[in-house]
């Protein structure tokens, strides 16, 4: 079995300022993938970043930059200089590489705030 | 911009109605799911196709009824819901790894349809 911890519910910043989302996973599975997905008021969720357990490098796209420390078992979101248009509710995923259920397991969500 | 395509956006039906969901992919994507979300709540996995056949099921009630007439295309047939099973429903979709598996590629989704049930 396979969970996600999201501990933060809510977060509220002012734009331009930095802001992390904190990302916790327990798996049993060696090998599995995790994913951040970004869901706006529009309510869609849009794919931003696969990470796979073999590969510890973090990873920088623009504003947004991604922690995967394996010892801690977390994958942090950083949002550098935030901006209005980052309002939304981002979603921690994880699936497991190997047999047994095979689908992707779903933190319970961080939404962020952003003020002008 | 979002290349699944759901309709229609808002559905609003009584317990006794009969209604169905669409969903419409274009990417040559051989898996295609359906998630339910609560309002504060993660998405929640329904239904999963692979090459068009019923790969998961998560012990849906029989009142929720999904087909998937071909590669592109999926619908979820709806019936005698309750109050209790208004949410908002995603479609997604994604590339296969292979036959029957369920891939670890991203999923595209679409949009959902919000669904209120009086």
């Known amino acids: 079995a396979q969970k996600v911890t999201q501990a933060q519910t809510e977060i509220s910043v002012v734009e331009k300022e930095d802001v992390t989302l904190d990302c916790v996973y327990e798996t049993r599975d060696t090998t599995y993938y995790l994913f951040w997905y970004k869901q706006p008021p529009s309510g869609e969720l849009v794919f931003l970043i696969r990470?796979?357990?073999?590969?510890?490098q973090n990873e920088i796209s623009g504003r947004y930059s991604w922690n995967f420390q394996k010892s801690t078992s977390s994958f942090n979101f950083t949002i550098t200089a935030s901006q209005v248009v980052d309002s939304a509710v981002y979603f921690c995923?994880?699936?497991?590489?190997?047999?047994?259920?095979?689908?992707?397991?779903f933190g319970s969500g961080t939404r962020l705030q952003v003020q002008p | 911009d979002t290349e699944v395509t759901q309709t229609p956006k808002h559905l609003v039906m009584g317990m006794t109605n009969k209604k169905s969901l669409k969903c419409e992919q274009h990417?040559?994507?051989?898996?295609m799911y359906w998630y339910k979300q609560k309002a504060k709540k993660p998405p929640e996995l329904m239904f999963v196709?692979?090459?068009?056949?019923?790969?998961i099921n998560e012990s849906v009630p029989s009142r929720f009824s999904p087909e998937c007439p071909n590669s592109s295309l999926l619908n979820l047939h709806l019936h005698a819901l309750q109050p209790e099973d208004s949410a908002l429903y995603l479609c997604a979709s994604s590339q296969e790894a292979g036959q029957g598996l369920i891939t670890n590629e991203k999923l595209f989704f679409g949009s959902g349809t919000q669904l209120s049930v009086l």
């Open positions: 990417m040559g994507h051989r898996a």
């Open positions: 995923a994880l699936i497991p590489r190997g047999g047994g259920r095979r689908a992707l397991t």
């Open positions: 990470r796979n357990s073999f590969d510890e």
């Open positions: 196709y692979s090459y068009e056949k019923l790969s």
